[in-house]
């Protein structure tokens, strides 16, 4: 069974500063690795998906890498602002249909 | 589009009362899941379907049920509610590509 583990389970940091939140996992059979983003009270976002294929992909002021060898992607969140305070989730696909999320990286950001 | 809706926004049940979740997208998703998350957890995959019509289990199916009459909606079904699935309730679908798409919550309270 995939587990999943996110550090730091918080963070918090001032305004502009360029960030890593890291999140490894235990099966490296994965056919992707999502990283969403979570306000309280609300549903998910899909930030960045990368494919098992793939070593990186970026939007915007987001880079995440992903080592499916050693079971390991890291979420890059360069010039942080008060608007990116969330809760980071990792989720490795194993399967067709199984995500299996981490419990999150809850970041401050103060501005 | 609305994407993914989630009705009710919140709702308490006594030990042993039933409740339907329901579950909307506008997006002609084939793919819709849903997942639980307790606190200071990860999210859960309890079932989920590929077309109207059919339903597989997740990892944590018992006490639920679901059914997919139509592409648009996927209720969840509480027969006997139980204190252990107080919890937040997220539904998502997923089209041809690989990014799921969250509703709101449900924030399920059994007293």
């Known amino acids: 069974k995939q587990e999943v583990t996110q550090i730091p389970a918080a963070l918090s940091v001032p305004e502009g500063e360029n960030l890593v939140l890291n999140c490894s996992f235990t099966?490296?059979?994965?056919?992707?690795l999502q990283w969403f983003r979570q306000d309280p009270g609300k549903g998910l976002t899909s930030l960045l998906l990368?494919?098992?294929?793939?070593r990186e992909q970026t939007s915007g002021r987001l880079n995440a890498s992903l080592d499916k060898s050693s079971g390991r992607s890291t979420l890059y969140i360069a010039a942080s602002q008060p608007g990116d305070s969330a809760t980071y989730l990792c989720?490795?696909?194993?399967?067709?249909?199984?995500?299996?999320f981490g419990t999150g990286t809850r970041l401050t950001v103060i501005p | 589009n609305a994407g993914v809706t989630q009705t009710p926004k919140f709702r308490i049940l006594k030990i042993g009362q039933s409740m339907t979740l329901q579950c909307t997208q506008d997006?002609?998703?084939?793919?819709m899941y849903w997942y639980r998350q307790d606190p200071g957890m990860g999210l859960k995959l309890i079932y989920y379907?590929?077309?109207?019509?059919?339903?597989d289990k997740g990892e944590v199916p018992n006490g639920y049920n679901v059914s997919r009459s139509t592409t648009e909606d996927f209720p969840l079904r509480l027969e006997l509610a139980a204190p252990s699935q107080t919890s937040v309730y997220f539904c998502?679908?997923?089209?041809?590509?690989?990014?799921?798409?969250f509703g709101p919550g449900t924030r399920l309270l059994v007293l």
């Open positions: 990368i494919q098992s294929s793939q």
């Open positions: 099966d490296s059979a994965i056919y992707n």
């Open positions: 998502a679908s997923k089209g041809s590509g690989e990014t799921q798409y």
């Open positions: 989720a490795p696909q194993t399967g067709a249909n199984n995500l299996f």
């Open positions: 997006m002609n998703h084939n793919y």
């Open positions: 379907s590929v077309g109207a019509g059919i339903t």
